[in-house]
T-cell receptor, first 113, second 116 residues
Framework: GNSVTQMEGPVTLSEEAFLTINCTYT??????LFWYVQYPGEGLQLLLK?????DKGSNKGFEATYRKETTSFHLEKGSVQVSDSAVYFC????????????FGQGTRLTINP | DAGVTQSPTHLIKTRGQHVTLRCSPI?????VSWYQQVLGQGPQFIFQ???????GRGNFPDRFSARQFPNYSSELNVNALLLGDSALYLC???????????????FGSGTRLTVV
């Protein structure tokens, strides 16, 4: 079945550092790919998405590129802020059967001032 | 505009009891999905409803059931609660009931269920 594997956390960085959170997937066909963010005590917020190979999703300084050849969708940001501290989830849309999102296990990110 | 609203926000139940969780989608959204998020893990798909019909079901026991009403709001019911049902239950709405491609889902803040 379809699955998503994320870089294990937690990840701790200093403010203004460069961020990469790795995400790889296994899927039949060409799913859409998403990054969601979850702040403490809240639900999930869509951060960015890409619907086809080589698409780049971007939002709030975060970027991720849909790489079909490496089945990856790594999240990057050039200069993180304390307010970026949260849990980040990579997900894909399952195109077979139930129309659902399949999530990775999440990566907790902490940014220190 | 109101986002996806869920009620209640927190709930404590005893093993063996029944619980009903409620969700109102974004206005104009006809699809509602339910996810279970156990502490420290990613959300797991439970159900999807579109135009009041079940479109998909995840790998959950029959103790879990759901329905969607004519106004597109939805209820998730769980019978005979177990300690392992303790989790954050998330509702997500979407414009369409088909592939999530291009639409994504908007999530509510969830209902945190604790079973004691």
């Amino acid at each position: 079945g379809n699955s998503v594997t994320q870089m294990e956390g937690p990840v701790t960085l200093s403010e203004e550092a460069f961020l990469t959170i790795n995400c790889t997937y296994t899927a039949t066909g060409y799913p859409s790919l998403f990054w969601y963010v979850q702040y403490p005590g809240e639900g999930l917020q869509l951060l960015l998405k890409a619907t086809k190979a080589d698409d780049k999703g971007s939002n709030k300084g975060f970027e991720a590129t849909y790489r079909k050849e490496t089945t990856s969708f790594h999240l990057e940001k050039g200069s993180v802020q304390v307010s970026d501290s949260a849990v980040y989830f990579c997900a894909l849309s399952d195109l077979q059967g139930a129309q659902k999102l399949v999530f990775g296990q999440g990566t907790r990110l902490t940014i220190n001032p | 505009d109101a986002g996806v609203t869920q009620s209640p926000t927190h709930l404590i139940k005893t093993r063996g009891q029944h619980v009903t969780l409620r969700c109102s989608p974004i206005s104009g959204h006809k699809s509602v999905s339910w996810y279970q998020q156990v502490l420290g893990q990613g959300p797991q798909f439970i159900f999807q409803y579109y135009e009041k019909e079940e479109r998909g079901r995840g790998n959950f026991p029959d103790r879990f059931s759901a329905r969607q009403f004519p106004n597109y709001s939805s209820e998730l019911n769980v019978n005979a609660l177990l300690l392992g049902d303790s989790a954050l239950y998330l509702c997500a709405s979407s414009l369409a009931g088909g592939s999530a491609a291009g639409y994504g889902y908007t999530f509510g803040s969830g209902t945190r269920l604790t079973v004691v």
